[in-house]
């Protein structure tokens, strides 16, 4: 604790009320919050199990544990709490599954199984396409923000939002049906249990002797519930937040969310970290400046002892591919002359369909990159098929589990005879599964259908009953052998272009199969825990939730990715492109709170770079098929003019010196790249 700063000490040993720690970018928050629980631990003699430590990313939680077990290496760390919001509220789940209604295998559905529930009660209630386009968008926004299907329909304004209410409601009633629950349900199902149950709220304030979050400003109405029912009237809790790295509105965070504190803790201190150990003071003086024309609640300034730095660039380009041209040509060139990596070079822009031009001027210069955000592992057809059987395997209720993996690989049910199922099970309000066990069934189906879904359901009763005796390293033994029983990697021969794309969809399933001994190998060190299939699916279901575009290892590349993606990293070099009216700022957030948003993304951007920023826009660009004049952003105006050198901008020109210097360099860099 000797080498934090004043302000970060003061944070670290306030205890005796509630903290809001304002932590500006690369203020060194994270310090903080593992230093603090260092101290809870050693000095006030809290036990580890009563801390619960909370963040966003799976990688974050897993940063921030790895760091105070190396603070704490040679005491006890045994049942420290550091996760993500969503992984304490599976927990709470878990433990708490009766009290809400729900058997022990309940089933976490992903986006596209939700997208499809909804999909179908669209088809049951004939309601129209144009219900569909949001409705799945408004029902996790009605979630988040903590209302129910009734509040949604008795404030619903128009036809169209009191059908997607009357459509939240039926999905929320599949949900329970399937035994089942969607993402945002992992934070909204304890926040409803813990206000229906305060016995069942008492126990769990009794466990959360002190509570940290971390990123406190990206909380939305739900998570902000969940926090003030944890820790009581105790209030035994510290937040970090920065107003100003709010980007996530379209997701239901509410800035807002760090003035209500002071409004529900009265007694709540306020301690602002200003010292950034990152970034260079040009940097820092112009994301301020930008920031600042914002309006705070709460007024911070960033500043460095790192020295002045370099002065920010502005290029100019003809269009878009001169865009993507000119930056990778600015990188070899800044690369050449500053013998640097190419993992110390960003390109952040504000809409993934930016990053095409680039990848391919990467590709046309041999230059390794990687893009964060592609498809996800879990995203691939072949996982999806596996996993579904799992899920099945683990909640035979899972309708839409049950739908994908049916007929896959092919048992000659075809879309006839499901239909006939589905009619049947609904009118008998269960779950498909059920359905092929009942003696009812015949009445719909007949010879060769109804003995194939029997022998499908008999197929699942026994996969079902045998998986629920292994534990540990036998799970992955059981999974192994039934995909070799469904003949799975044949199908993936006969389903694939090509030979070469089937072995690597074959290789992809191989990958899910070490990865869940990972899983497996990881929770017996940690706790000693054998883990069953159940907990092995809602792991990995969650897992692929949260770490959509988590890299697992650090190589060698530049990095694109967009500038929501970006925030929490930093980088040398940063390459902020597309700085252009109606880009960035978007179209679409252009008035009021929306370009407040903006502004804070820019404001993320620019602070994402230690040691060079360089921002590029287009004078024209194609959209739309039409080639359009695009103006600067409004935010390069509002950064400091004595800070910035522009390079194309009208009326001014680059230095004769500099554009030598710069010819000279390329010259050389290329001469380089020939001989390598």
Request: with cysteine.
């Amino acid at each position: 604790m000797h080498s934090l700063n004043e302000r970060q000490r003061k944070a670290v040993l306030h205890t005796n009320t509630p903290a809001l720690v304002l932590a500006g970018a690369g203020s060194g928050k994270t310090r903080v919050i593992t230093e603090k629980i260092a101290y809870l631990i050693r000095k006030l003699d809290i036990k580890p199990y009563h801390i619960y430590a909370l963040t966003f990313t799976n990688k974050s939680a897993r940063e921030m544990k790895e760091r105070v077990m190396k603070l704490l290496k040679n005491e006890n760390t045994q049942g420290i709490n550091v996760s993500t919001f969503h992984n304490l509220g599976l927990n709470i789940i878990r433990q708490e599954y009766q009290a809400l209604g729900y058997k022990a295998n309940f089933t976490i559905m992903d986006s596209s199984d939700t997208k499809q529930i909804i999909k179908d009660l669209l088809k049951k209630q004939k309601l129209d396409e144009e219900t569909l386009d949001g409705a799945q968008w408004d029902i996790s926004g009605w979630k988040n923000a903590h209302t129910s299907p009734e509040q949604a329909l008795s404030e619903a304004t128009d036809g169209l939002e009191q059908a997607r209410a009357i459509l939240y409601d039926l999905y929320e009633k599949q949900l329970k049906a399937y035994n089942a629950m969607d993402f945002d349900d992992l934070i909204g199902l304890p926040v409803r249990l813990f206000n229906e149950q305060p016995d069942i709220l008492t126990k769990w304030q009794n466990k959360v002797r002190y509570l940290l979050v971390d990123e406190y400003q990206d909380t939305n109405a739900a998570q902000y519930a969940l926090v003030k029912q944890l820790v009581g009237i105790q209030a035994r809790f510290t937040v970090v937040g920065d107003d100003d790295q709010s980007i996530y509105a379209w997701r239901g965070a509410q800035p807002e969310n760090l003035n209500l504190l002071k409004e529900d803790f009265p007694h709540l201190e306020i301690i602002k970290l200003e010292q950034n150990y990152r970034s260079s003071n040009r940097i820092l003086q112009a994301a301020n400046q930008l920031i600042s024309n914002n309006p705070h609640i709460f007024e911070k300034t960033l500043w460095s002892d790192m020295g002045l730095g370099e002065m920010l660039r502005v290029l100019a380009c003809n269009d878009e591919n001169h865009e993507a041209e000119r930056a990778v040509s600015e990188i070899i060139v800044h690369k050449f002359k500053h013998r640097t990596q190419f993992k110390d070079y960003a390109i952040l822009y504000r809409g993934n369909f930016q990053a095409r031009l680039f990848e391919r001027a990467l590709r046309e210069q041999n230059l390794p990159y990687k893009i964060s955000g592609g498809q996800s592992f879990f995203e691939k057809s072949e996982i999806k098929d596996v996993m579904s059987y799992l899920k099945l395997i683990v909640n035979p209720d899972d309708d839409a589990a049950f739908l994908r993996v049916v007929n896959t690989p092919k048992r000659e049910i075809g879309a006839a005879t499901l239909t006939k199922l589905a009619g049947y099970a609904t009118r008998r309000n269960i779950s498909l599964f059920d359905a092929t066990q009942e003696i009812g069934l015949s009445t719909v189906l007949d010879g060769k259908a109804l003995a194939r879904v029997q022998y499908f359901g008999q197929l699942l009763l026994g996969w079902a009953k045998e998986a629920d005796e292994k534990e540990g390293s036998e799970v992955i033994s059981f999974i192994r052998q039934l995909i070799e029983k469904i003949e799975y990697d044949n199908w993936l021969f006969e389903t694939s272009a090509t030979p070469r794309q089937a072995e690597k969809r074959v290789e992809q399933v191989r990958d899910l199969f070490l990865w869940i001994e990972r899983i497996i190998d990881k929770a017996k060190n940690e706790d000693g825990e054998e883990r069953k299939l159940d907990k092995i699916v809602s792991y990995m279901t969650l897992m692929d939730m949260m770490e959509r575009n988590e890299e697992e290892t650090e190589q060698n590349q530049i990095s694109l990715m967009t500038l929501h993606a970006s925030k929490g990293l930093e980088f040398p070099h940063v390459f902020l492109i597309g700085m252009e009216e109606e880009l960035l700022p978007h179209k679409q957030n252009m008035e009021d709170a929306g370009l407040e948003e903006e502004r804070r993304l820019a404001y993320v951007g620019i602070t994402r770079a230690q040691r060079s920023l360089t921002m590029t826009y287009a004078k024209k660009r194609r959209k739309y098929g039409e080639t359009i004049s695009c103006d600067p952003s409004r935010f390069l105006e509002e950064l400091p003019a004595e800070l910035l050198q522009w390079d194309g901008k009208p009326g001014v020109e680059i230095s004769p010196e500099e554009a030598k210097t710069n010819g000279n360099a390329t010259l050389d860099s290329l001469k380089a790249l020939l001989k390598g």
